[in-house]
Nanobody, 118 residues
Framework: QVNLVESGGGLVQAGGSLRLSCKVS????????FTWHRQAPGKQRERVAL???????DYLESVKGRFTISRDNRKDTVYLQMDSLKPEDTAVYYC????????????WGQGTQVTVSS
């Protein structure tokens, strides 16, 4: 059974930082690519950051220079370091895995709420 469990969300003031974690089980972790997506109320889900099995990363333009995605293949965990947070970053953040098939985000976590106050 595949499980992705996010943690680390919360309430933070604008300009602050949070680090999200996604603990993965049931997959061959090193063979998978991962993303962080987010969805704000009334808006479509959008991909925030991507890290492929080989370590290549990509970011949504609005978070470049502020967010960093990383992975620890020993701990089967994906991270999203979020700095200089803005109120518009408020959303539910989801971790997703491609199951070894690049670009197909097959497995999803339950999400963690991030709220940035102004």
């Amino acid at each position: 059974q595949v499980n992705l469990v996010e943690s680390g969300g919360g309430l933070v003031q604008a300009g602050g930082s949070l680090r999200l974690s996604c603990k993965v089980s049931g997959l061959v972790f090193p063979a998978n690519g991962f993303t962080w997506h987010r969805q704000a109320p009334g808006k479509q889900r959008e991909r925030v950051a991507l890290i492929l099995s080989g370590g290549t990363t990509d970011y949504l333009e609005s978070v470049k220079g502020r967010f960093t995605i990383s992975r620890d293949n020993r701990k089967d965990t994906v991270y999203l370091q979020m700095d200089s947070l803005k109120p518009e970053d408020t959303a539910v953040y989801y971790c997703a895995a491609d199951g070894g098939v690049p670009g197909t985000w097959t497995y999803w976590g339950q999400g963690t709420q991030v709220t940035v106050s102004s």
